[in-house]
């Protein structure tokens, strides 16, 4: 386990800069896609914003972590701004802007942080220092004021940007509590790389899912959000998948010589790191 | 009224009390503790941080009435994480129903030496955990991957009452993480964990959970290694540029039967006990004892992901 004490001001820094980090929207009642984490797939980014512009989206935003476990990191980045995607800033994209010497995903497993160091690594050394200037830059925070409903898209929760909210370890009350202390009635995140969504009489939450590996559930597939603001202020969620060209992304990791296990998910759809933080609930539907 | 324990087993070899003690706030109440048994125990290892053993009636059990009571307090409170300890929880006769009704809340954990609990429990927490829509984590005390590791420390022959109490958990569907404590130098846990891990599947457990803690000078262990020593104290200065997030006392605070404590180390520390009602103890508190030294070393630890994962750092 790490010995070292955790010291860091990274939490201070972001308080700093939350007035800055907030870029706020207000938009026509319309069709939203929210992409969470990308992970350096950019085969699956390009197919999933090609899907969202056939289903008519209007907006395009990316919830952050566009780097970490796939190859050629640098590829992301014009992708997303020749689409115009409206994007935040995840926890990875923060370590690589302040050149932080991990990803701070909190893993204790001595083989979780072994990947995880590794996967780091990798994409901090082929991340172009301009791209890491446009992370740095990125907001925190999305706060969209349409059909009469507060939306606000985050990477973790709105407290923290490595929180990790899954489904079975989210109570009712803490959600409440998120809505009203962060005055919102719809939340959008990320960061755990499973997606679920509830409605409460607070508001509506929802985890939009990831693009960058498939969800732990067997299959390549990865997942965004499609997000229907109605003009009577009804918000409805709806999951998508994107297949892709998963084969192509596993040729490309095995070219850059990233780790096996790291390949094995992209084919087979089952996590086979970083394994240490999912619940039991969630760790019971999958593989390993 | 707050009681404070007679007897100061934490901090041996403290110095006089600092006129600028580091005081830590509390933001937001995310895990709630309970001391659901006291410090009653059936083992009595020599390691133990609360100096808990058969005889330790110092705390008494929590029923299901007063827990009910509290996560109605901890509800208004938007508290995300519950966690039961002891002494060995499974002494408590409505422990399986007071996890129930917690899991109607939210995520519960409840955290055994893995000895005393039968197949019928193991059963009923696997009809629980199957009914809820939260996750229930049963952490089970296992600190080493043979006998001639683990039972010096928690008695003779635990270690094989442990593993057939992770064998039933297993055989029910149930996913355990087994804790163990750290008593090997940093260079060996790769080594250690995985021959722990290969041990746990050949006896049925095909994906073992593992996680490491920390030993904590304090209490029994202190006499068993060492306290800490008076200059191994948290200073106003250490926390300069420190991310206080990571300290359990920022964001929990544990249920006992004689009120609220900061945090499940420190129960039998004067000081330590905030008052009886959840809000009255969400006030800032000095970091003063030996304890917290290890806190501020290795993080929250006493949580199932730890600081980092629990979403601290940012």
């Known amino acids: 386990m790490n010995g070292a004490a955790p010291r860091s001001s990274a939490r201070d820094e972001a308080a700093a800069g939350e007035g800055r980090g907030v870029l706020a929207l207000r938009l026509p009642p319309s069709r939203l896609a929210l992409l969470g984490g990308v992970y350096s797939n950019h085969i699956a980014l390009a197919g999933a914003i090609a899907d969202a512009r056939r289903r008519g989206a209007q907006a395009l935003f990316c919830l952050g972590d566009l780097g970490a476990f796939g190859p050629h990191p640098a590829l992301v980045f014009p992708i997303l701004r020749e ?31 072994h990947f995880a160091r590794l996967s780091y ?8 220092a301009e791209e890491k200037r446009w992370l740095g830059a990125l907001p925190r925070q999305v706060r969209i004021e349409t059909g009469g409903r507060r939306l606000l898209l985050c990477h973790g929760s709105p407290r923290r940007m490595n929180e990790f909210l899954w489904e079975s370890a989210t109570p009712d009350a803490f959600l ?66 994107v297949e892709y060209d998963h084969a192509a992304l596993a040729r490309e990791m095995r070219a ?28 019971m539907r999958a593989k390993w | 009224m707050t009681v404070i324990p007679e007897t100061d087993t934490t901090d041996a070899g403290a110095g006089p009390p600092r006129a600028d003690p580091p005081l830590v706030g509390i933001e937001d109440l995310d895990e709630l503790w309970f001391q659901v048994s006291g410090t009653l125990c059936n083992l009595a290892c ?5 100096s808990c053993h058969p005889g330790n009636r110092a705390f008494g059990f929590l029923g299901l009435g007063d827990v009910k009571r509290r996560l109605e307090e901890a509800r208004r409170l938007g508290v995300k994480e519950y966690y039961f300890t002891g002494g060995e929880p499974f002494l408590n006769r409505e422990m399986v129903p007071i996890l129930e009704e917690t899991l109607r809340h939210g995520p519960a954990s409840v955290l055994t030496n893995g000895t005393v609990f039968r197949d ?14 939260y996750s229930l984590e049963v952490r089970v005390s296992i600190d080493g991957y043979d006998a001639s590791m683990n039972d010096p420390l928690r008695g003779d022959g635990t270690w094989e009452a442990a593993m057939r109490g992770v064998e039933v958990l297993v055989s029910h ?70 991310d206080a997030g990571q300290l359990l006392c920022s964001h929990s605070r544990i249920v006992t039967d004689r009120g609220v404590a900061v945090c499940p180390i420190l129960i039998e520390a004067p000081g330590a006990h905030l008052g009886l009602g959840l809000e009255e103890a969400l006030r800032p508190f000095a970091i003063t004892h030996a304890a917290c030294t290890t806190c501020y070393q290795h993080g929250a630890i006493c949580t199932n992901l730890g600081a980092g994962g629990a979403g601290r750092d940012r």
């Not at chain 2, 020593?229 to 420190?242: A, D, F, K, N, S």
């Open chain 2, 46 to 50: 020599s390691h133990c941080f609360i």
């Open chain 1, 121 to 128: 690594r990798y994409t901090f050394e082929r991340t172009p």
């Open chain 1, 176 to 241: 409440e509590k998120l809505f009203r202390e962060h005055d919102c009635d719809a939340l959008a995140v990320t960061h755990t790389g499973i997606k679920w969504r509830r409605e409460l009489p607070g508001g509506l939450f929802v985890n939009v899912g990831v693009l960058g590996r498939p969800e732990n559930d067997g299959t390549p597939r990865v997942w965004y959000t499609i997000l229907d603001v109605h003009p009577d202020g009804s918000i409805e969620p709806t999951f998508v998948p």
């Open chain 2, 120 to 133: 019928a429990t193991a059963a009923d927490l696997a009809r629980i955990a199957k009914e809820s829509r």
């Open chain 2, 173 to 242: 569907g149930l996913l355990p993480i087994v804790t163990i404590v750290q008593t090997w130098p940093d260079e060996e846990t790769l080594r250690v964990l995985d021959r722990f891990r290969d041990t746990l599947r050949l006896r049925g457990y095909a994906r073992p959970r593992i996680k490491v803690l920390p030993t904590l000078r304090i209490g029994m262990e202190a006499s068993r290694t060492r306290g800490y020593l008076p200059h191994e104290r948290v200073t106003p200065e250490m926390l300069e540029g420190y």
């Open chain 1, 83 to 113: 689409n115009g995607v409206v994007t935040l800033a995840g926890n990875y994209d923060d370590s690589l802007a302040r050149g932080l010497d991990d990803c701070r995903c909190g893993y204790t497993d001595p083989r979780d942080n």
């Open chain 1, 256 to 283: 850059e010589g990233l780790p096996d296990e790291f390949v094995e998910t992209i084919e087979t759809g089952w996590w086979t790191t970083c394994l240490e933080v999912l619940p039991s609930k969630e760790r």
